[in-house]
């Protein structure tokens, strides 16, 4: 979660009060960064990844396995260990930044510096990300737990999506929320069932922004995530993530508000010891059949995600880029799907998206039975293509088809400032969203200096993809280097340094090779989220159809067949010098009208050399012909690219075995 800010929070009571002046100057400060950079132009394509991480310990016993809940104590570590000679502050094989994040179990891993130095700059990823691991391993392991019989627990870093067991008895320790905590981990609306308080990390932004997020909502988090149909013998349930929150009217037979007021009576008789609430605790954790309840933000926010940001030339570049991207993020998140295991319960799922929309979700009961367009704070706001020019020109209507609320204030100010309707529409979207956290010492800033208030609803918006702008003028941005960015979030963590390399590789060089070609891959908006919804389905890779354009592949029957068919894939690859002007024919047509729906293998692979992976393949190869990129370097992106190909065939039978024996493992 990238922006931290210390300070005195004030109440949400107190707070909103001041939410359209924190508003009037985020608006501002935007502006000032805008003004400063508009005609920047940055040569070098410098970028990044962030890589978060699991403190999990395992102990002696075939189910002793937890979350260890001291990421505060590791990272107080790790900069001990920062000012060591094993670190080179120049080199990101051997260097890292780390940063806490909304759950104390987790830890953020960045690039130190940002990678340089041309597509060979590929070859350092692996190398980086088994860096990380290994300092946060060392740092780790002397804070892990020492048993009652004085046996070592062993600390593991691991890099999943989700953790399979957090919220189930003995997942963390404490293994359960303290009876009338006030808060737990939750804030003010009650506590969790599941989670102890000790699951938020201690910095006061993420105490202030699960607050928030709760007493804006006035109730609980609510998050149902289907539940796989042969886990308990209940009846089929639709598996298609609903990640909008139910209105109430849809409630019939169980409430939202009606659930907390159980619980908190369920504590009192407890606490009371009235009634060892066996029965209703039952009814009280899962109270809707069929479905997984995830009663806390921290579900949500405590999933671990691969993210990788890249500096484009321009303001022009970063716009269109984030277009581009924001049609393929979809596709990473089926192709690196993680996450089917919530509460110890196997989930009809295999992403993290619906849990995290769903308890993110800040938006009240009223605003989400209206129907209002403003959408989730977490990968379901409704987003808008904003290139400056290209695609968009005389298709914005047809293509920004979702109704998107704006914040008129910002709009009018940012119009009167003269930023293009596109951007303006845009941050103004990001604006209606109130800020949830509004700290006292910042009321009044210096907006000439600082980007408190902009980064404070900026960052607390989890799109897909985000467009950065550079950071604010006060000690933000050493040297001036940060420019315009766009960063990809949707990739879900891997098991292993080189499964996360390989992903990080394949997006890397993806965001070059549009950048250079410019590519229109534009779709409307609506399918751009249909798209996002079916590949949270479980085996999206393989039963899923995604809407794509059947042009850029050179088909239009969607079913991934060209009419020209005459060579396979690996002739067509050996022969790609020869055949770019005919595969790239149509990588710039603007007939939007040809949309089709494809399996994921199609649009990916293609046919005679035309998938994204293919022409990525075939830019790689054709760089290091030219002598722009190191033979290793070309090498290593082709054992990359193979190792993207076996996740994507292997995902359903090795992910499956993986995570059932380490289910059985630590649960039975």
Request: charged share 25%; hydrophobic share 40%.
């Amino acid at each position: 979660m990238g922006f931290l800010e210390e300070g005195t929070p004030l109440s949400w009571a107190e707070a909103q009060a001041h939410l359209e002046l924190a508003k009037a100057n985020g608006i501002e400060q935007f502006l000032i960064i805008f003004r400063d950079h508009e005609q920047r132009r940055d040569v070098e394509m410098l970028w990044g990844d962030e890589q978060e991480y699991l403190l999990v310990e395992v102990g002696p016993g075939p189910r002793d396995v937890r979350l260890l809940l001291r990421a505060d104590a590791v990272l107080e570590k790790l900069a001990e260990r920062a000012q060591s000679s094993g670190y080179d502050a120049n080199n990101p094989r051997r260097n890292a930044s780390w940063q806490p994040e909304m759950n104390n179990y987790m830890v953020e891993g960045v690039t130190k510096p940002p990678y340089s130095g041309g597509l060979d700059s590929i070859a350092d990823i692996e190398a980086s990300l088994a860096f990380r691991r290994r300092e946060l391993a060392k740092a780790a392991a002397e804070l892990a737990t020492v048993g009652k019989d004085g046996r070592h627990w062993q600390l593991a870093v691991w890099t999943f999506a989700a953790f399979p067991l957090l919220g189930d008895p003995g997942g963390q320790d404490p293994a359960a929320p303290t009876l009338l905590c006030g808060g737990g981990g939750l804030g003010s609306s009650g506590p969790s069932l599941f989670l102890p308080r000790e699951v938020i990390s201690p910095p006061i932004r993420y105490w202030s922004l699960s607050t928030g997020l709760l007493q804006r909502k006035g109730v609980k988090a609510v998050g149902l995530i289907p539940l796989a149909v042969d886990a308990d013998g209940t009846a089929e349930v639709d598996a298609a993530p609903n990640f909008a929150s139910p209105s109430r009217s849809s409630r019939s037979s169980w409430d939202a508000w009606d659930v907390a007021h159980a619980e908190h009576q369920l504590l009192l008789e407890e606490a009371r010891g009235v009634d060892d609430g066996s029965l209703r605790r039952d009814r009280l954790h899962n109270p809707v059949p069929g479905r997984i309840y995830l009663d806390s933000a921290s579900f949500g926010g405590g999933c671990c995600c691969t993210q990788v940001t890249f500096l484009c030339p321009s303001i022009s570049d970063a716009r269109y880029l984030y277009d581009q991207l924001l049609v393929i993020a979809p596709f990473f998140l089926a192709l690196t799907a993680s996450s089917p295991f919530w509460r110890g319960r196997v989930a009809a799922v295999d992403t993290r998206v619906a849990a995290f929309a769903e308890t993110c979700d800040d938006r009240t009961e009223e605003e989400t039975a209206a129907n209002i367009p403003r959408g989730s704070r977490a990968f379901t706001s409704p987003q808008l293509f904003i290139a400056q020019s290209g695609p968009l020109d005389g298709r914005e209507s047809e293509l920004n088809d979702v109704p998107a609320a704006l914040h008129c204030p910002s709009l009018e100010r940012l119009r009167s400032a003269g930023v293009d309707e596109r951007l303006a529409r845009h941050v103004a979207h990001l604006f209606v969203r109130d800020p949830l956290t509004v700290f006292k010492e910042n009321l009044f800033p210096n907006n000439e200096e600082v980007g408190h208030h902009f980064e404070n609803i900026h960052s607390t918006i989890w799109g897909t993809v985000r467009f950065k702008p550079p950071p604010a003028r006060e000690g933000c941005n050493p040297g001036g280097r940060i420019g315009w960015r766009v960063e990809l979030r949707t990739p879900e963590s891997q098991p292993t340094d080189f499964e996360n390399a390989a992903v990080i590789a394949v997006a890397r060089v993806l965001a070059e090779l549009i950048l250079r070609e410019r590519w229109d891959l534009d779709i409307p908006i609506s399918k751009v989220e249909e798209n996002l919804e079916r590949c949270s389905r479980v085996a999206a890779v393989e039963r899923q159809r995604l809407y794509f354009r059947g042009d850029f592949l050179g088909n239009t029957d969607g079913n991934g067949n060209n009419s020209n068919n005459n060579t396979n894939n690996s002739s067509s690859r050996s022969n790609s010098s020869n055949n770019n002007d005919n595969i790239n024919s149509n990588i710039n047509s603007n007939d939007h009208s040809n949309l089709v729906e494809l399996r994921l293998k199609d649009i990916l692979f293609g046919d005679s050399g035309r998938g994204i992976l293919a022409r990525c393949e075939s830019f790689m190869l054709a760089e290091k012909a030219l002598g722009k990129c190191s033979k290793s370097t070309a090498d290593r992106f082709t054992s990359y690219l193979f190792a993207v190909s076996v996740i994507f065939y292997m995902i359903l039978a090795v992910f499956a075995v993986i995570c059932s024996c380490l289910f059985m493992l630590f649960l039975y």
